[in-house]
């Protein structure tokens, strides 16, 4: 079984900076893509940004410029660096990953448990 557990959300002035960190746990034998969306109130969940296992990233329009992705895969996690935030970023932000488990070499799609961060105006 694999988790993953977000950090790093909360509550920011429009213009300011957070970021938010992944960690992938238990019995994994490798991630492939890990990537982060979002859903803000009343909204369907948003692709935010993705980053291949060889280090490939793509994002969306919207935060292209101010977020950046990246991982550590000696550590399993992945990071979503977020500056000059907008009140329109405001949403719950999740952490996705496919993984390859151990043992049974089965490809799992995780999603974490998800952070809110707000931007105030």
């Known amino acids: 079984q694999v988790q993953l557990v977000e950090s790093g959300g909360g509550l920011v002035q429009a213009g300011g900076s957070l970021r938010l960190s992944c960690a992938a746990s238990g019995s994994i034998f490798s991630i492939n893509a890990m990537g982060w969306y979002r859903q803000a109130p009343g909204k369907q969940r948003e692709l935010v940004a993705v980053?291949?296992?060889?280090?490939?990233?793509n994002y969306a329009d919207s935060v292209k410029g101010r977020f950046t992705i990246s991982r550590d895969n000696a550590k399993n996690t992945a990071y979503l660096q977020m500056n000059s935030l907008k009140p329109e970023d405001t949403a719950v932000y999740y952490c996705n990953a496919r993984i390859t488990a151990g043992g049974s070499r089965a490809t799992v799609n995780a999603w974490g448990q998800g952070t809110l961060v707000t931007v105030s105006s």
């Open positions: 980053i291949t296992s060889g280090g490939s990233t």
